[in-house]
């Protein structure tokens, strides 16, 4: 049995290592931030990478999908 690959992983492991050559200053590293908030607001519910993100509540989108997470939950 194959497992599906992770959609967001690639922009995960790009933020990863932009974090890692930038001393972990995530001001440095704000369009990799971008890419993967937007990977993320399309990709919530089948990337395990993206569960940081969807705490995130900076992205009008991301807040609604929690909102939306929270009443499933609920």
Do not use: H
Not at 16 to 29: A, M, N, P, S, V
Not at 44 to 59: A, R, Y
Request: hydrophobic letters at 30%; a positive charge.
């Amino acid at each position: 049995m194959s497992q599906k690959k992770d959609p967001c992983l690639k922009n995960a492991c790009k933020l990863q290592t932009c974090l890692e050559r930038r001393g972990f200053d995530d001001q440095k590293c704000q369009n990799e931030m971008n890419f993967i908030r937007e990977c993320c607001e399309t990709w919530w519910e089948s990337s395990i990478v993206c569960e940081g993100f969807i705490k995130d509540l900076k992205s009008p989108k991301l807040k609604q999908l929690k909102i939306q997470q929270e009443k499933i939950i609920y």
